[in-house]
C-alpha cells in the first residue's frame, strides 16, 4: 500500500477514530486534553508505518473491528507507558491487565466508534448519490428523496405529502411517482453498498458489514427488528 | 447526519433492502385522485398499440384524463382496452403493492365502465370473478366516490339483481 492510500485511510476514517478515543479517553480524566496527541502518535506509529495497514486480513474479520481494536490496544499501551514514564520509569500504578479490564467497560454506545462509523459510511453514501443524481441530470431523483425519506428520517421533518410532491416534480401519473421514489431507494441502496465495498471485499462481506451495523443499531433501540 | 438519533438512522440504513409502502397508506387517495386526473398519454403513450381503433382513440382523447375516459358518457372501447392493459402490465411489472392497487382499481373500473356504458367486456373475466373485482375495488377506503357508484352498478349488472 502505498503512501498516498495511507493518507486516504486517515482522511477517511478519522472522524471514527477520534470519536471512538474521545470514548476511551472518558475513563481516563487525567488523558482527556491527550485525544489530539494520542491519534496523531497511533497514525504515525501504526497506520503510516509500512505493512501495517497490510494487517487488515479480511478472513480474519471486518476492517472496522481492526482499526477499533488496533486503536484500543495502542492506548492501552500508551496510558501505560506514559504512566510508568510520570513515575520516572516506576512500574506503573495500574497494570496492563488493570487497564485493560477499565477500558473494556460498558461504553457510551451513542459515543462509540461504530455510532461515528455507522455515520460516516451514510453520509458517504448520501453524498456519492447526490453527486450521481447531479452528474446524470437527475436531480429531481435526489430532491424527492431528500423531501420524502432524509430529512423525516434526519431532520424530524415531515414527509412532504404526496400531492404536493407530485406538484412540485411535475409527475404526471402514480406510476412516475412511484418509480422516482423507488429508483432514489435503490441508488441509495447501491451508493450504500458501493461505501461499504470501499473497505470491505464480496457481497458477502458487504451484506455482513451492513447487517452487522444494523444490529449496532437495534442494540440501541430495543424491541426495533431492522429490516 | 451528526446530531441524528438512531431511529432516524436505522430508517436510512434499512432502505437497503426495504421492502415496506412507499407511500404513507393514508395517501392511497391521493394517489387514486392523481391516476384519475392523470393524461391518459402520460401511461398509455408508452403502450404498445396493436390496433388503428386504440391508436384513434388515444389521439381523440389527446389532452384528457382517466377520469375524463372513465367518466364518458360513450367512451371508445378500443381506449378502455389500452387502459386496461396498461393496469394489467402494471400488476405485472411493478414490485410496489400500492401501485399494484391502483392499477387493480384502474383494470376493474375499466371494465365496469365498458359492461355499463358500451355494453362490452374487455377480455375473457366473467362472472363471479368479475364481481369479486368490483367487490375488492367497493372495499378500498380510497376509492371515490363516482367510480365507487360505477363499480356498484357494474356489480349489479354481472351479479344479477340477487
Known amino acids: ?220 433501540l430495543p424491541g426495533v427488528k431492522l429490516a | 447526519m451528526f446530531f441524528s438519533r438512531p431511529e432516524g438512522l436505522a430508517r436510512i440504513l434499512s432502505l437497503d433492502d426495504d421492502a415496506g409502502p412507499l407511500w404513507d397508506p393514508a395517501e392511497m387517495k391521493a394517489m387514486w385522485r392523481h391516476q384519475l386526473a392523470a393524461p391518459l398519454e402520460a401511461d398509455l403513450g408508452g403502450m404498445t398499440v396493436v390496433n388503428n381503433a386504440q391508436s384513434a382513440a388515444l389521439k381523440s382523447f389527446a389532452g384528457k384524463t382517466f377520469k375524463d375516459l372513465l367518466s364518458h358518457a360513450e367512451p371508445p372501447v378500443a381506449l378502455l382496452e389500452l387502459a386496461k392493459e396498461f393496469a394489467k402490465q402494471t400488476l405485472k411489472d411493478s414490485d410496489d403493492k400500492q401501485l399494484k392497487e391502483i392499477a387493480s382499481a384502474l383494470y376493474y373500473a375499466a371494465y365496469a365502465v365498458a359492461l355499463t356504458r358500451c355494453g362490452k367486456s374487455l377480455g375473457s373475466l366473467q362472472g363471479h370473478h368479475l364481481v369479486s373485482g368490483f367487490s375488492w375495488g367497493l372495499e378500498r377506503p380510497w376509492l371515490d366516490e363516482p367510480t365507487k357508484a360505477l363499480l356498484t352498478v357494474a356489480r349489479k349488472q354481472v351479479a344479477g339483481p340477487h
Open chain 1, 1 to 220: 500500500m502505498e503512501v498516498t492510500d495511507r493518507k486516504q485511510v486517515i482522511h477517511k476514517y478519522f472522524g471514527a477514530l477520534k470519536a471512538y478515543l474521545i470514548c476511551l479517553l472518558s475513563r481516563f480524566p487525567d488523558q482527556r486534553a491527550e485525544s489530539d496527541d494520542l491519534l496523531q502518535e497511533f497514525i504515525l506509529k501504526k497506520i503510516m508505518q509500512p505493512g501495517w495497514l497490510e494487517n487488515a486480513n479480511p478472513d480474519k474479520g471486518r476492517f472496522r473491528d481492526f482499526l477499533k481494536s488496533s486503536l484500543r490496544n495502542f492506548v492501552v499501551g500508551e496510558i501505560r507507558t506514559r504512566d510508568a514514564a510520570k513515575r520516572g520509569g516506576k512500574n506503573p500504578v495500574l497494570s496492563l491487565d488493570d487497564l485493560e479490564q477499565e477500558i473494556a467497560g460498558p461504553e457510551p454506545l451513542s459515543d462509540s466508534f461504530d455510532m461515528a462509523w455507522l455515520k460516516m459510511v451514510l453520509s458517504g453514501a448520501l453524498e456519492q448519490m447526490e453527486r450521481s443524481c447531479a452528474v446524470s441530470e437527475n436531480t429531481h431523483i435526489w430532491k424527492i428523496f431528500q423531501s420524502r425519506v432524509i430529512q423525516p428520517a434526519l431532520e424530524g421533518a415531515e414527509p412532504l405529502p404526496y400531492d404536493q410532491l407530485v406538484a412540485q416534480f411535475g409527475l404526471k401519473s402514480p406510476a412516475q411517482a412511484t418509480n422516482a421514489l423507488a429508483t432514489a431507494k435503490r441508488m441509495f441502496a447501491r451508493h450504500l453498498r458501493a461505501v461499504v465495498a470501499q473497505y470491505e471485499t464480496g457481497d458477502q462481506a458487504i451484506k455482513a458489514e451492513i447487517e452487522a451495523l444494523k444490529l449496532f443499531l437495534e442494540k440501541l
